[in-house]
Nanobody
Framework: VQLVESGGGLVQPGGSLRLSCAAS????????MSWSRQAPGKERELVAV????????NYVDSVKGRFTMSRDNAKNTVYLEMNSLKPEDTAVYYC??????????WGQGTQVTVSS
């Protein structure tokens, strides 16, 4: 049972990145999926959440209108489309899965650096 994030990297301010989180060992259709991030010296912050059916998403205020979370249950993968990136978006981004009655699953993280 694991989550593997990919798609991070170095991007200039105003640029875009698309993060992916591929699940194995379980079906994401049974889970509420989330993206969180942790910047150096700061606590981990919940960025976006998507319902198991994919019909509801919520975002932290600082990314509303710029980030979009989606899921493809057939591919067992969730995504985070990030546009208009700012230096303050620099962080390690983590994917997680929450299933009823089970411990949460976390990925290893992917680094996103926004810098000119």
């Amino acid at each position: 049972v694991q989550l593997v994030e990919s798609g991070g990297g170095l991007v200039q301010p105003g640029g875009s990145l698309r993060l992916s989180c591929a699940a194995s060992g379980f079906r994401i259709s049974s889970a509420v999926m989330s993206w969180s991030r942790q910047a150096p010296g700061k606590e981990r912050e919940l960025v976006a959440v998507i319902s198991s059916a994919g019909d509801s998403t919520n975002y932290v205020d600082s990314v509303k209108g710029r980030f979009t979370m989606s899921r493809d249950n057939a591919k067992n993968t969730v995504y985070l489309e990030m546009n208009s990136l700012k230096p303050e978006d620099t962080a390690v981004y983590y994917c997680s899965a929450a299933r009823t009655g089970r411990s949460a699953i976390w990925g290893q993280g992917t680094q996103v650096t926004v810098s000119s």
